[in-house]
Structures are given as C-alpha cells and as structure tokens.
C-alpha cells in the first residue's frame, strides 16, 4: 500500500502567507483550501486492492447486465447513518462536523469543484456515538472491525454506514466493494479517520477528501492507477491511464506514454484533498452499473426526509452564481460565469499559493445579467492558484491550475 508523506516543514510559511491573504479578504478555509504540513505519514486507503479474476468477473457480470437493460442513468438519495467511535473523549467529534462531511459529499458528487454531476445525494438518517478503545484503533479485517460493525452497523442493504475513530497503522480510511459481500453483510460501509473530516486536525487531508475517496469504493469505483500503464486500467474509459498513486498536487504529472495527464484531481487518486475536484462522465456511468446490480436496495430507502446537505446551486439571475473555471487545469486561459441578479460592485482577484496577488480580473460596478471573466495564464509558472470574488458583502473562491506550457 502506498505511503504518503506531508508536506515539508519549511513549505509552511508559504502556505500560510496564502492562508493569510484569503483570511484577510474574509475567504473561509472550506472556500479556500490550501495544504498545510503535518506529521508523520499515513496511508491514503487501506481498501483492498480486488484480484485480476474479482476485477474480470466483475466486468463479466456488468456487461452483461448492460446487453439485457442498456446503460441507465441511476443516481439517487443515499441514507446515511453516523458511527461516532471514541475512546473517551478522543475521536468524539461534534455533529457540526459531520454535518459538514455530509456538505462535502453532495459537493463531490454533485460536481460542484468540476467533473460530472452523478445524481448521488446523501443525507444523515442518524448519528451513533460509541466510546471503545479497541475499536477506535481498528483495521481492516480485525477482530475490533467485525466486532463493531457487527454490534453498530444498521440495515446496510439501505443504508450508507460510516465509521469515524483513529484507525492503526496509520490509516487514513477504507471501504469494501459492492460485489465484496451481498448487500445484507455488516461488513459493508465506510471507516475514516476523525481527523479527515472538515475542520480536523489532519492537514492536508482535513477537507473531507478521505470520505469522498472511500465512498467512491462503495460505490464500485478503483483507484485511478489501477493496473497503472496496462490495460484495462481502472475499468473506465476517460480515466488516463496512471502508472502510480499522486502524493500532493503536483500539476502536469504524466506517468504513462498513452495519451493523457494523470488524473490528479480526480477523487479516486491519492492527492492531497484540496487537489480533489472531479469524477468523470465513465466514473459515473460505472457506478450507475454497479449500484444496481450489487446495491440494489441502497437508493432512496425510507424514513429520512431531511433535504440533502449543501447542493450545488442552479446557475440563474435570482442569485448570485460564480462558476467553477472552464477549463481547468488550463494553458493559456480559463474562464469564470458571474451572474448578478442585481447591480453591485464586484472584486475578483486571483492569489498564488505563496498567498501573494497575481491578477485582478474584475474591479468596478457591474450591471445585473452575465459576464465572463477571463485568466489568461501570460508568464506565471504552472500550479495551483485560488479566485476570490467578492461581489458586495458576499465572497466566493474557486481554485485552479495552470499546467506546464
């Protein structure tokens, strides 16, 4: 399993010189994502990698589930029940947290960084709290883990269970496949670190990247590395193929001579969260196979009716609506929708990751309706940089990357 490593000490401040700038401009950290150093290493997922005869068997079965039913667009709302794992006080975060987890996971698959919007939302149906030792500190395929989600895991079938405790061996997270146990097993659901969830201590992966990784698995998806330069890679088309796992964000990384950038910010890779924006158009239409062949009961189960968490809002003129770059990662330029509903004064800026200005693409009284905006990369050096609009009282940030000319 791959280790990863934080980011070097003296990169820290840099970082927080950017911290630092978006503070100033009133810019949250959830808004604003930057990586931050931490201690020690860890690895990203401990899910287990499926055997060539598993990942055959499995296409197998999906092909032919699609000569009978063609491929549907599924989606649909996921319940999810909260396992809050402590020892003692240790690992009980609050639900304010998990709440956010919760934001963090309609935003993913909802395509609110880049990437597709699959139709998965997800909502708490409830929280459990449980103070173990042993458990706090499971593996996977432990006595501690079969012990605890044999003891707290609740309908599966319906419902998404995730396990929040500080697992050993310095595990980030994992998850089992949909085709690993029938739908009934309590095996099934997610384990993360508490420290992975927004606001936690586990910088930089303290975005809630480490859920969205895991809930991926969940759902049928592999690392996008798998089977690194061969075929079939990861089972799905318009992932490039990876030869290995990415370590932090680093921007026009190529490890295999066919066509295409590794997928760096793709959720299912190994990046630093605030990497995290995308899953694809292949990614979505494998899970729309996968859910209802091996998850069939797991779709819009009874009893929750609270509305999915912090979905992306609707492009329109009654709101105030700041797009995500397209393109991005870019070359030469990239451009932003602003869509005013009323007149207003409008400031858009854009910072390097030392924290330091590098444009400013907007600056005056703007009409209501919309307007583009347009970052043209000129001579700064590839990486990643942070856009902060702020139009009246109210600031929006987006992020993205200039690649290697």
């Known amino acids: 399993m791959t280790h990863r490593r934080f980011l070097p000490t003296a990169l820290l401040s840099s970082l927080l010189f950017a911290a630092a700038a978006f503070a100033a401009e009133g810019v949250s950290p959830e808004m604003a994502p930057v990586d931050l150093p931490g201690d020690g290493a860890f690895t990203r997922c401990a899910t287990l990698d499926p055997t060539p005869e598993e990942m055959a068997a499995v296409a197998a079965q999906l092909k032919a589930r699609e000569r009978e039913f063609g491929q549907l667009a599924v989606g649909g709302q996921i319940k999810v029940v909260w396992h809050v794992i402590s020892s003692g006080s240790t690992g009980n975060i609050p639900d304010s947290q998990i709440h956010a ?11 609110f960084y880049g990437g597709v919007n699959t139709g998965y939302t997800f909502v708490l149906d409830r929280i459990t709290r449980t103070s173990n030792k042993q458990w706090f500190q ?23 269970n995730i ?14 496949f949909p085709n690993s146990y029938p739908e009934t097993d309590k095996r099934h659901g997610v384990v993360i670190h508490y420290g992975s969830v927004p606001g936690g201590y586990l910088s930089p992966y303290n975005l809630g990247g480490t859920a969205d990784h895991e809930v991926g698995h ?31 964000c680093p921007i026009g990384k190529d490890t295999c001579p066919s066509a295409g950038l590794d997928p760096i910010n793709n959720y299912m890779d ?6 995290y924006t995308n899953f694809t158009a292949g990614q979505d239409a494998r899970m729309d196979q996968m859910v209802p062949l091996y998850r069939p009961s797991l779709l819009n189960a009874a009893v ?47 910072y390097n990751v030392s924290g330091r200005l590098v ?29 902060a609009a702020r139009v009246g009282s109210q600031l929006v940030a987006r992020r993205t990357a200039v690649l290697v000319p």
């Open 101 to 111: 987890q919760i934001a963090e996971l309609n935003k993913a698959y909802s395509g």
């Open 270 to 275: 190994y990046s630093n969260d605030a990497c």
């Open 138 to 160: 499971m593996t996977p395929g432990s006595r501690a883990e079969l012990n605890a989600k044999n003891s707290l895991s609740v309908d599966p079938a319906h419902r998404l």
């Open 163 to 176: 396990y929040s405790c500080k697992p050993g061996q310095s595990l980030l997270g994992w998850a089992y």
């Open 304 to 350: 929750a009716q609270a509305a999915p968490v912090a979905p992306r809002p609707e492009p329109g003129f009654t709101a105030l609506h700041f797009s995500n770059p397209l393109p991005n990662p870019f070359g030469r330029e990239t451009s932003f929708r602003l869509e005013l509903p009323a007149a207003d004064d409008v400031s858009v800026k854009v």
């Open 218 to 248: 969940y759902l049928g998806l592999y690392h996008t590395f798998q089977n690194g330069c061969n075929s079939p890679g990861d089972y799905v088309d318009d992932t490039p193929y990876q030869a290995t796992a990415t370590s932090g």
């Open 359 to 387: 444009a400013t693409l907007a600056e005056g009284r703007f009409a209501p309706g919309r307007h583009t905006l347009t970052f043209r990369a000129g001579g700064l050096p590839a990486g990643m940089y942070f856009v």
